[in-house]
């Protein structure tokens, strides 16, 4: 028959006394256990941390704080952080874009004005037309000129009448880089306005520099016909400067004009003719503008000159040779501009010829006056 055993009221101390082993193990159990919270909550708390701050370096977060700062910071601050925007991922750019595009013409800061402009150019943001055109009557000129670029890089389709009644606006003696923008612009644009007006500024002998060779690419640009004779009298002028003559050359070569086929021959056979090397290197580049117009005109006996300026020691010869080779899809030329995509020591050149390349399949067009001044020799 069993027995109940009695229960004696002793302390914890004495139970786990009487039974030190006992005890021993309930320690260890508790001190497990809270070691074991302890890890857990540490791992949970640094998760939570970490998860926060992924949200802040990327998403929506990461966009609307790079909003605030365009919006609200410093001036400086802020065209540093316009120009961020260039470098987010496409689908983030989306979010931002609306804002920009409002700066180019509502803020009341003109640096920041221009600089969101100059970004969205770079961008090639087509949403932005309207805000350049508005642009184009702000009263600061480097806004008025950053908007000029933006509706030239952008291709604007509606810009070439306000850019002409824009450039009838300006005082040619003072506003010289503003009257050539433009008629780089409407040049790239081919945007056809009367070419009377613009060959009678040319041709005063008080016309800045500038804005002559500016006409004279805009004539070639538009193919202007009623230029011609403007053109091939300046070409032939040998009291002219050799480049002012070489820009009339390279017009007259992309309107394409067989007549001066004479003309461009005895151009270059007059300065083959010269005996002082000093002289010859002075009309390098009317020599050049010549053969290469010559081959527009379909002279293919240019073709190994031009070829022999590709591996010209000077890497400006060979980066006007390799684009000029590249634009006419000179079949003679793949294999040299091949060696050049790879191998030329000039990396304007090599991207030159791997741009000439890339493009070969595709059909020709004019590709511009191979004179601009982002590098004065194209």
Not at 105 to 112: I, S
Not at 350 to 371: F, H, I, Q, R, V
Request: charged content about 35%; aromatic content about 4%; some cysteine.
């Amino acid at each position: 028959m069993w027995k109940t055993r009695e229960w004696s009221p002793c302390s914890k101390e004495e139970s786990w006394n009487s039974n030190p082993e006992s005890a021993h193990n309930v320690s260890g159990t508790v001190r497990a256990l809270t070691a074991f919270i302890l890890v857990t909550a540490s791992f949970l708390i640094s998760s939570s941390i970490f998860a926060e701050s992924g949200k802040e370096e990327k998403g929506p977060t990461r966009v609307e704080a790079l909003r605030a700062k365009i919006l609200y910071a410093s001036s400086t601050e802020r065209r540093n952080e316009i120009r961020k925007v260039k470098s987010l991922a496409a689908d983030e750019q989306k979010l931002l874009i609306p804002d920009v595009v409002k700066l180019c013409t509502e803020d009341l800061d003109p640096n920041v004005r221009e600089t969101s402009i100059r970004i969205l150019t770079e961008m090639k943001t087509q949403e932005a037309e309207k805000a350049f055109l508005t642009a184009l009557k702000d009263k600061v000129d480097d806004v008025q000129l950053a908007a000029i670029s933006g509706l030239r890089e952008i291709r604007s389709k509606e810009a070439g009448p306000p850019l002409v009644e824009l450039l009838k606006s300006l005082d040619v003696k003072k506003e010289q880089t503003k009257y050539s923008s433009i008629m780089r612009a409407l040049g790239a644009l081919h945007h056809k306005t009367d070419s009377a007006p613009l060959i009678k500024t040319a041709e005063e002998a008080d016309t800045h520099e500038e804005i002559r060779r500016s006409i004279i690419l805009y004539l070639g640009d538009v193919k202007a016909q009623d230029g011609y004779e403007f053109l091939i009298k300046l070409a032939r002028n040998e009291e002219k400067e050799p480049d002012l003559r070489a820009y009339a050359v390279n017009s007259i070569g992309r309107m394409k004009e067989a007549r001066a086929v004479p003309d461009l021959k005895q151009i270059l056979e007059t300065i083959r003719n010269q005996k002082s090397p000093k002289e010859r290197a002075r009309m390098s580049r009317l020599r050049f503008q010549s053969m290469v117009a010559l081959m527009r005109l379909g002279d293919r006996s240019m073709v190994p000159e031009v070829m022999s300026a590709a591996r010209d020691d000077d890497p400006v010869v060979r980066l006007r040779a390799v684009r000029q080779l590249g634009e006419m899809r000179t079949p003679e030329a793949k294999e040299l501009l091949e060696f050049k995509s790879k191998y030329d020591e000039n990396a304007r050149v090599k991207k030159a010829a791997k741009l000439a390349l890339d493009e070969w399949d595709k059909t020709p067009g004019d590709t511009g006056s191979d004179l601009d001044d982002s590098d004065k020799e194209k």
